[in-house]
């Protein structure tokens, strides 16, 4: 406790009026004689508190800070381990927050709006895969609506794989070789030769160059007479549009359309009595399936068709019989009861487009089971070697009828307009048609009993598939996983070819062994 100099005032005041005036001095006197024993006896006291406990600690004080060190360094490992714990800790729960912000950033990238859909979502591989071998192969089977359900980005792919697929990858990578100025090796020129199958290897480039001039031509001569009447329907720039995509869908006869944005899957059914849509459709469609070949012999022979080759001779004739005789029978068959121009359009419209193009007016699940299996024949025969079209071709069906009337009628060989037919082109026209036959059926069996649904459904799909047309029942969206990739085995092996792959895997001839 200490006492201030106004509390010394206030005891001397107290003092003086108790004590009185006379006794302060002596009182005084007393109380300083006291003080300074106390003095005496205190200075005695702290030498001997200093002496007698003061030194000893010091003296204990030495040993106690070298017991207490190790301690200390003890104590300070300890505060540095709980120190790196902490932080090991602090780490691991910034690497998890690390860690989620990238999976957030990773799912948000997944979560982007793809640029082929109309509506943003997220396309399967599944669904992806079997467009674009649909496209590419020039078929026209789908799992998604082509009109509502991909992008004007997404059908602009489309597009482009069926322009690619319908003239070759062949023909677009020679023409790119000629373009960018480099030379055509003789490799180049023979897998070019059997690509258009060409007669020869000679002026292939020069053919090369008229394949892709002509059929620029006929696609924008096309897409000028369908686009009045899309541009009066769907507007002038969406007009323009339908027409390109038409026209060079029907040419490639690849059976891809837009007309879904009135009814999914519709296909043309909304044109099935509109004579320009229908008869430039068909134009395409025919002119496409000819073959290359056929082309220059029209432009060098025009009218002169004792001057055409064998091959477009027969080309001619087969393709001529496939679209009349078919036409009769759904004409007096399957469409009676409709009125009668539209009964001539529909039935024209369907013996054309099996082969192979996938378009339709008429709703093909309303036909008889003799008008699908007539159907499902025509795409199994296909269009013509060195065409935009698939299938067995029709050279392949008239080899095998005219080597069966000539064994009918006991001819050692078979002949074509005066001319013998090789015994190779009858052996590769033979394996051609098992192969098909083969595929076809059993890819139907294996998806009529995966799906369980009935054969001649199944049936149809696979001709469809492997035929490269695109015509469908509507069950090609709702199928399996396995069902999907039958279907683009089938695209795949339609629109390469048996023998293609086949003669890939075998390097040289083998010898028989025995000859009779």
Not at 128 to 144: E, I, R
Not at 149 to 167: A, D, E
Not at 268 to 287: G, R
Not at 305 to 321: D, E, N, W
Request: glycine share 8%; proline share 3%; with cysteine.
């Amino acid at each position: 406790m200490k006492i201030g100099f106004t509390e010394l005032i206030l005891v001397a005041i107290v003092a003086f009026v108790v004590i009185g005036p006379d006794k302060l001095p002596e009182y005084a006197r007393k109380l300083g004689k006291m003080l300074r024993e106390l003095k005496k006896y205190t200075g005695a006291a702290s030498e001997e508190i200093q002496k007698n406990v003061v030194e000893p600690l010091n003296e204990i004080q030495a040993p106690i800070k070298e017991a207490v060190a190790p301690l200390t360094d003890i104590k300070k490992d300890i505060d540095d381990s709980m120190k790196d714990v902490t932080k090991s800790f602090t780490n691991i729960g910034k690497t998890s927050k690390e860690e989620a912000k990238k999976a957030e950033e990773v799912e948000e990238v997944a979560e982007l709006v793809p640029i082929a859909t109309k509506s943003g979502q997220c396309t399967s591989f599944l669904d992806a895969l079997f467009t674009a071998t649909s496209a590419v192969c020039v078929t026209g089977l789908v799992v998604n609506d082509t009109a509502t359900y991909w992008s004007l980005f997404g059908q602009g792919v489309i597009l482009l794989l069926i322009q690619i697929g319908g003239m070759g990858i062949i023909t677009i990578a020679i023409a790119i070789a000629v373009v960018s100025g480099r030379k055509i090796g003789l490799m180049q020129r023979s897998t070019m030769q059997e690509a258009i199958s060409a007669p020869t290897v000679g002026g292939i480039v020069r053919r090369t160059q008229f394949i892709i001039r002509t059929t620029i031509l006929i696609e924008i001569i096309g897409a000028v007479l369908l686009a009045p009447v899309f541009c009066r329907d769907f507007g002038f720039w969406k007009g323009i549009w339908y027409s390109l995509f038409h026209s060079i869908s029907a040419f490639c006869n690849a059976g891809f359309d837009l007309i879904g944005i009135r009814t999914p899957f519709s296909s043309l059914t909304s044109y099935s009595v509109q004579p320009i849509v229908n008869l430039v459709i068909m134009v395409l469609i025919v002119v496409g399936g000819i073959g290359f070949l056929t082309w220059e012999d029209i432009k060098n022979h025009k009218w002169h068709l004792k001057k055409y080759r064998m091959q477009s001779k027969v080309i001619f004739m087969v393709t001529g019989l496939l679209i009349f005789l078919p036409a009769l029978y759904f004409f007096y068959f399957e469409f009676s009861n409709v009125p009668l121009m539209e009964r001539v359009w529909v039935s024209l419209f369907q013996s054309v487009t099996p082969r192979t193009a996938g378009f339709n007016t008429a709703d093909l699940t309303l036909l008889s089971e003799v008008g699908q299996m007539l159907i499902i024949i025509l795409m199994l025969i296909g269009g013509s070697p060195g065409s935009t079209a698939g299938g067995m071709k029709t050279t392949t069906l008239a080899v095998l009828v005219s080597s069966a009337l000539s064994v009918f009628r006991k001819k050692e060989h078979t002949h074509f307009f005066g001319r013998r037919i090789p015994d190779d082109t009858i052996k590769n026209a033979a394996t051609i048609f098992l192969m098909y036959i083969v595929l076809f059926l059993v890819g139907g069996m294996v998806i009529s009993s995966t799906e369980d649904i009935p054969l001649m459904t199944a049936l149809f799909e696979t001709a469809s598939a492997i035929g490269t047309v695109g015509l469908s029942l509507g069950i090609t969206p709702d199928l399996g996983l396995v069902s999907h990739i039958i279907l683009i085995c089938l695209m795949f092996f339609g629109r390469v070819g048996g023998l293609t792959l086949i003669f890939a895997t075998i390097s040289e001839k083998k010898p028989n062994g025995s000859k009779y």
